[in-house]
């Protein structure tokens, strides 16, 4: 079972709707949505003594509207993208499949260049959605900020430290939320911090 939060955070963020109707399992399977990343996360998380708090609700496809759905900020919102490295240098050496995790505040966007710098990769793109798919597990809404449980490194932004001491994030299933604080998941994940986004417009 999910642990309880420090004393702090219990006070400093509002308790989350918890009423919202659940997606039926038979509806996450006709989506193509699977629940064996949930498991498998649950299973670190647990096993590592996390502290956490997580509901169910419904399903959710970006950030902004997760936002919502949680009744929390936007900026709380820990958006979890996979980056494909298309360097040539992986190419020659017959790398075809090396991807990363990118993890950033909900209401930003990648500047391509820095994060080349901090990946120390020449060529870097989205993930298409059949990449994502099959490198997570995961419809693209639903990865949880760990790349480590699919092998990869995680690249954290500095907008969620900017942004306060809790994020919010999809466990690998749209219907389930989890919110935590960010020192414990960067305890859990020990992601590689950067500066790699910009405010996105609108």
């Known amino acids: ?10 006070e400093s963020k509002p ?24 498991k498998k996360l649950k299973h670190f998380l647990d096993s590592s003594n996390a502290q956490y ?7 959710i496809l970006n950030s902004k ?10 900026e709380s919102g820990a958006k979890s993208m996979v980056v494909k490295d298309n360097s040539k240098k992986n190419k020659k050496n017959g790398i075809d499949n090396l991807y990363y995790l990118a993890v950033l505040s909900g209401p930003r966007r990648f500047v391509w260049q820095k994060l080349r710098k901090l990946a120390g990769a020449g060529n870097i793109r989205f993930a298409q959605k059949e990449e994502t ?7 693209i809404g639903a990865i949880p900020p760990f790349g480590s449980i699919f092998g990869m490194k995680t690249f954290m932004d500095q907008s969620l430290i900017n942004q306060g001491k809790i994020i919010n994030f999809t466990p690998g299933l749209r219907s389930h939320s989890i919110q935590m604080e960010l020192d414990e998941y960067i305890r859990l994940e020990n992601p590689i911090i ?9």
């Open 194 to 202: 950067g500066d790699f986004t910009e405010l996105q417009e609108g």
């Open 65 to 74: 509207e997760g936002a919502k759905i949680r009744g929390e900020s936007w």
């Open 1 to 10: 079972p999910s642990k309880p939060f420090s004393q702090f955070a219990m």
């Open 15 to 38: 308790e989350p709707e918890k009423e919202a109707a659940e997606i039926s399992p038979k509806k996450q399977e006709e989506e193509g949505e699977s629940e064996e990343t949930y």
């Open 133 to 139: 798919l099959s490198s997570t597990n995961c419809l």
């Open 53 to 59: 708090k997580e509901w169910t609700h419904d399903a």
